[in-house]
């Protein structure tokens, strides 16, 4: 079998149902032979690899470890879902603080053990926190570590193709920024339903409501219909994001990613990216007047977060990030 690279992927997480849905989707889709799953609880993670070597991968060589120092060195990608994941009833930012400071060991296992690491794709919850933290704490460079924010946007696409009767692929534009979070941005005056502009589609008031519900609510719907939290999407799209990091198919979905410009300062939230082997690259977005000022209250909620988790005293004040990580 032909691979990608040789160079080490690391799945951090890997007992839990997000974790071993990565890692078969990182075998199935070739990216290195040199795959590691690290998992606290070890005996789920002994399960994981049974499962991964029962599935026979050609010339994969898996190993595993409970150990972060065995984990972490020599990793040059890495995928964290590390985190509790939401239960019923939950919304993404109940999680914040243990999450946050599970985040806060993780950058510091990065620094520690893998300062050379190439990328990271973080996608425990809440992501744009969670992500901003490990970069404080790894010492990366922003271009370096993403966070998952995608499958707000194919939530858009799914709500819209199902609305319209096409499939998912004839839905294009349909993003999302800001927040992976019920402030989340929906961005649609871009949209073409199988080339045609959704303005010129007949999309009620009332029907666009209940598509920009169903796309926030999508994390909820899926924990209610499966009892647990949404995974193999999530997986999916994590690997998707770190192959592209690795040199292969560019990912051009929503990514989180660090901002601080004159507009956004100092927060991981979703832009338009593109991912690629030099890393995840940004550009601002455009939409209506209604469309910025949803971005720009999901800012401010992405702050209020950010400024709890200071006081928490998880991460420094803004004024003493560089002492953190020189590259911000």
């Not at 595993?64 to 019923?88: C, E, H, L, N, Q």
């Not at 998707?240 to 939230?269: L, Q």
Request: charge should be negative; proline fraction near 4%; include cysteine.
């Amino acid at each position: 079998m032909k691979f990608l690279t040789d160079e080490k992927l690391l799945i951090v997480g890997a007992a839990g149902m997000i974790g071993s849905n990565m890692a078969q989707t990182a075998m199935m889709l070739g990216l290195t032979p040199n795959i590691c799953l690290y998992d606290i609880y070890e005996p789920g993670l002994k399960g994981v690899v049974a499962e991964m070597n029962h599935c026979a991968f050609e010339g994969v060589n898996l190993t595993w470890t409970a150990d972060p120092a065995v984990a972490f060195k020599d990793a040059k990608y890495i995928i964290s879902s590390g985190g509790a994941p939401r239960k019923a009833g939950m919304t993404r930012e109940d999680l914040l603080k243990g999450n946050c400071e599970i985040a806060e060991e993780f950058g510091k296992n990065v620094k520690k053990f893998c300062p050379d690491v190439k990328h990271i794709v973080v996608i425990f919850n809440p992501a744009d926190l969670t992500g901003l933290v490990v970069l404080l704490h790894s010492g990366l460079k922003p271009e370096q570590v993403t966070t998952l924010a995608a499958l707000d946007s194919t939530r858009l696409q799914t709500a819209l193709a199902e609305h319209f009767g096409v499939q998912q692929c004839k839905i294009t534009g349909s993003y999302t920024y800001g927040g992976h979070g019920e402030a989340m941005a929906v961005f649609a005056s871009k949209v073409k339903i199988d080339g045609k502009p959704l303005a010129e589609c007949g999309l009620s008031a009332e029907a666009f409501e209940q598509i920009k519900h169903d796309t926030i609510q999508g994390g909820a719907k899926i924990i209610e219909l499966r009892g647990r939290s949404s995974f193999q999407s999530p997986a999916y799209n994590a690997v998707k994001m770190i192959e592209a990091a690795m040199g292969g198919t560019k990912f051009t979905w929503p990514a989180g990613t660090y901002v601080n410009n004159d507009t956004y300062k100092n927060v991981m939230m979703a832009m338009p990216t593109v991912i690629d082997a030099t890393g995840v690259h940004f550009s601002k977005p455009e939409g209506t007047a209604e469309e910025m000022a949803a971005l720009n209250a999901s800012y401010e909620h992405l702050c209020k977060m950010r400024d709890e988790i200071i006081t928490l005293g998880i991460i420094p004040a803004v004024a003493d990030w560089k002492k953190s990580n020189p590259n911000l």
